[in-house]
């Protein structure tokens, strides 16, 4: 499902001198998408412009929405590059955000997840693993994965190197 192609803010955005880093951050990672999309690439290089999306989708979120946040929170003023004041400027964001979002989940959805399962691979719960392959995955987490997280990181989900 596609939302409406026109917009109606587009015509302060074009009258604006300016380009607003966080309109023109949602185009980036869209062309890091259709990077996934590309039929050439195989399965883990999709994969990986997939991966690469949704990092950048989180931290967009945790650090410039939030910044946005702290404005309308405190109704401080702020006019973004693009023209548009705190609350026009963050429904035009949120909508061009569950854009990208839906073709984001879409292409996952659609293409990477068959596309894995002709080759084989196949995403599951670890509740459905027999006793035996849930042994195999905690080996594996504790010797390739456990390794690589910071101490930080494993106090805070509660996991200890024993």
């Avoid at 890091?32 to 999306?53: C, H, P, W």
């Avoid at 026009?88 to 909508?95: H, N």
């Avoid at 995403?123 to 504790?142: A, D, G, P, W």
């Amino acid at each position: 499902m596609k939302l409406a192609v026109g917009d109606k803010y587009d015509s302060i955005i074009q009258k604006s001198d300016l380009i607003s880093r966080d309109l023109s951050w949602v185009k980036f990672n869209e062309r890091v998408l259709d990077q996934s999309k590309k039929v050439e690439r195989g399965i883990f290089e999709k994969l990986k412009f997939l991966a690469i999306t949704a990092s950048n989708l989180d931290e967009f979120f945790m650090i410039r929405v939030g910044s946005l946040y702290n404005y309308l929170d405190y109704e401080k003023e702020r006019v973004d590059y693009s023209g548009l004041r705190e609350d026009p400027f963050k429904e035009k964001l949120m909508k061009d955000c569950q854009q990208f979002h839906l073709d984001q989940h879409n292409h996952f959805t659609k293409v990477v997840l068959p596309e894995l399962h002709q080759e084989g691979i196949s995403l599951c719960n670890v509740s459905k693993l027999t006793e035996s392959e849930q042994e195999i995955v905690k080996q594996y987490f504790l010797k390739a994965i456990y390794p690589m997280l910071t101490p930080m990181s494993t106090t805070a989900i509660g996991l200890s190197p024993s």
